[in-house]
């Protein structure tokens, strides 16, 4: 069964093939990252109307790629949200008039849902059950996973998500936007040691998180400081070590609290090399094991919607009713 996957959520326009029992047959993606740059962050109608003006040629690009005709696609799956509501509809109409067209069912994905399951696409994978961190630009949560659309969520942050704290101090200490991956690259020629940050609710005692603490403080060393290069570099030190720490230790928590041995990185932020790092030592050191996904299926992307579509219709699910709606807010548990 061959599954088009189309996400659209933001500023990513991702399409990709998935055949069930081969694995990925193609994916492209279109970043808008330098179409927003100059705002400073992502323009919602901007990003809609490029959306509008992408998604056709890429699908015809990973058709191609895979030398398959539109006859030969046997389903259609969508971001059907979260996300910005004008950039989802692109992508639900596309897929909607597609499927019409052809007479093939779609179905309707959660974006967290193609994010949580992404490391799945990687070789080696992890086994359900498994603990994921899913750290994204608007989303940090500690799910267990007992397979597809069974989720619990364990923690997640009571304000502000990682990599907006990445975002956002980044934009503080001047770095352009998306932040997550400057601030990570000033980092590595930042010296340890030099600035102290707080690390909120490390010993809450529950797997919740909180960030927004964390710009005020940044702000506070950006203000006291005189911001010379090497100073840059030690505060996104001090940021990148403060943010992973969290990370770091409430993921353990959720391994000893649910008894599991794998945690799975899911999200942009998954992208991190120091958090990839820390993760593993941590981890390992404890017998467990950490699954990521491959670097380009850690931000948005169309395999993991692809993927995620597979899955689902393999289970039965999709429609060939093509009335179809967008969810821009959508909490994942009640998806499951
Ligand atoms: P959501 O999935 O919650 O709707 P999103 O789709 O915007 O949000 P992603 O595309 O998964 O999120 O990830 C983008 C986020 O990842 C941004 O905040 C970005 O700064 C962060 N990010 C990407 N690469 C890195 C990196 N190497 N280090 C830290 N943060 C990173
Ligand atoms: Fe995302
Ligand atoms: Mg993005």
Redesign the pocket.
């Known amino acids: 069964m061959i599954t088009l996957g189309i996400e659209s ?4 326009t991702g399409i990709a093939l998935y055949q069930t029992g081969r694995g990925l047959l193609a994916h492209a993606l279109h970043t808008q990252i330098a179409m927003h740059s100059e705002y400073g962050g ?1 323009v919602p109608e901007l990003a809609s109307r490029d959306h509008v003006q992408r998604a056709i040629p890429l699908i015809r690009q990973v058709m191609q790629d895979a030398n398959l005709t539109f006859e030969q696609l046997d389903a259609i799956a969508y971001t059907q949200g ?2 910005l509501g004008g950039a989802l509809l692109v992508g639900a109409s596309v897929a909607n008039s597609l499927a019409f067209a052809l007479d093939i069912p779609t179905i309707g994905i959660h ?2 849902e193609g ?1 949580l399951l992404s490391p799945l696409l990687s070789d080696p994978a992890p086994e359900f059950p498994f603990v994921a961190l ?6 940090t949560q500690l799910m267990r996973v007992d397979g597809v659309g069974r989720y619990e969520l364990l923690g997640e942050t009571v304000d502000d ?4 704290a ?2 956002k101090s ?1 934009k503080l200490l001047g770095l352009g936007y ?8 000033l980092a590595t020629s930042g010296r340890p040691g030099l600035y102290k940050l707080p690390r909120p609710m490390l010993h809450s005692g529950n797997l919740d998180f909180s960030f927004s603490g964390l710009k005020t403080a940044v702000l506070t060393l950006v203000r006291q400081n005189e911001l010379d290069e090497q100073t840059r570099a030690d505060i996104a030190y001090a940021t ?1 070590e403060a ?1 992973i720490d969290v990370l770091a230790h409430k993921a353990r928590a959720a391994l000893v609290k649910t008894g599991l041995s794998q945690l799975v990185v ?10 990839r790092q820390r993760l593993s030592e941590d981890i390992g050191r404890r017998g467990g094991c950490v699954f990521y996904p491959d670097l380009e299926f ?3 992307n169309g395999a993991m919607i692809a993927f995620a579509g597979a899955l689902r219709l393999s289970e039965g699910q999709g429609t060939k009713d093509y009335r179809f709606n967008v969810k821009p807010r959508w909490n994942l548990e009640e998806f499951a």
């Open positions: 959520s933001c500023d990513e992502v979260p996300g974006h967290l994010h899913l750290v994204s630009g608007g989303h998500a990682a990599g907006e990445f975002d980044a998306p932040g997550g991956p400057a601030l990570a690259k990148q943010i899911a999200g942009g932020v998954g992208a991190n090399q120091m958090l850690c931000t948005d």
